[in-house]
């Protein structure tokens, strides 16, 4: 597995100032992947964080990075739970609900809206995608913005700092081990 493309996409992650991130690589086969996985979990789990393939499609992974404790807290909000009850979740249990986001990742070609709240969005907004079918939004950065524009500006500049100054320390040989913030 790339360690350019976890600082790429994670950093903010690895930070610990955010959620969730995914991203994509290509592979040769899902043995290799479940291989890589279970080596980078052997240095993420005991730093509170996990792993995850999501989807195979077309000789590409989506792979998940997310804190299991920052999933549960977000999840268990009164309006996230309200999203996922609508869109078929029957419990706001992080596990129970990454077991039905896979479920849902593998039957259809489309993600599901409600994805957001996986990776940390505002479930304001995360409604305000589904509800305005992705348009009419206020702002667009790491996802479109339906809330609190200001909040969200602020969010997206700590989040590109992060992974700037995360990728010129990688780059300057720092281990993703090293980066990687026990929270």
């Given amino acids: 597995m790339s360690e350019e ?3 790429r996409h994670c950093s903010p992650t690895l930070a610990g100032i955010k959620t969730g991130n995914m ?4 592979y040769t086969t899902e043995k290799a992947v479940n291989e890589d996985i279970r080596r980078l979990n052997k240095m993420l789990v005991p730093k509170g964080l996990r792993a995850l393939p999501l989807r195979y499609v077309r000789s590409r992974v989506l792979i998940y ?5 920052n999933l549960k807290k977000d999840l268990s909000q009164k309006e996230a739970f309200s999203i996922l009850k609508c ?3 029957e419990s706001c249990n992080p ?3 990454i077991v039905k986001l896979i479920k849902k990742l593998r039957c259809n070609e489309e993600f599901p809206h ?5 990776l940390g969005y505002p479930p304001e907004d995360v409604r305000g995608f589904i509800e305005n079918k992705a348009e009419h939004y206020k702002f667009t950065g790491f ?3 339906y809330g609190d524009e200001n909040k969200a500006r602020k969010l997206f500049a700590k989040y590109k700092k992060c992974t700037n100054a995360y990728y010129c320390s990688w780059s300057q040989g720092k281990s ?4 990687t913030v026990a929270v």
């Avoid at 990075?65 to 404790?69: G, Q």
């Avoid at 409600?114 to 996986?118: Q, Y």
């Fill in 5 to 7: 493309l976890l600082v």
């Fill in 23 to 26: 991203f994509t690589m290509p």
């Fill in 65 to 69: 990075i997310y804190r299991p404790k």
């Fill in 87 to 89: 869109c078929g979740y």
């Fill in 95 to 97: 596990d129970k609900c």
């Fill in 114 to 118: 409600e994805i957001g709240l996986f």
């Fill in 143 to 145: 996802w479109k913005v």
């Fill in 176 to 179: 993703i081990e090293r980066l």
